[in-house]
């Protein structure tokens, strides 16, 4: 609520590039999930995610034996792509250079 709507993309961007990562595994299953911590509130990840039609996601707390967290995972190619089309949206505005490469794979 305190970041003006215009700029949601920027924050999820510097949002993802901390916590969030794009990979494709062997048989070309691409992924992509955000991590946060194990009491995180996804909620505005869910209204983001409908505004953009994003229907096939997963959030999830994870317990291991050292640690918890949670997850937003997504591993629908069509959605991701509608992600990585939402958060560099400005093309000036790229973050990390090797995540931003890494989504040209899609």
Known sequence: EKIPKHLHYAFMLGF????GCFYIKVNHCYQCSITGTYEYNWNF???IFEELD????EIRNIIEPKSKCSRV???NR???L???DYIY???E????KRKYDKSKLY
């Open 78 to 80: 069509q959605n991701i």
């Open 16 to 19: 993802f590039d901390a916590d």
């Open 54 to 57: 994003i229907k096939k996601y």
């Open 89 to 91: 949206q400005d093309l």
């Open 93 to 96: 505005l790229k973050g990390l």
């Open 73 to 75: 995972r997504m591993s």
């Open 45 to 47: 990840i869910d209204k």
């Open 82 to 84: 509608k992600w990585i």
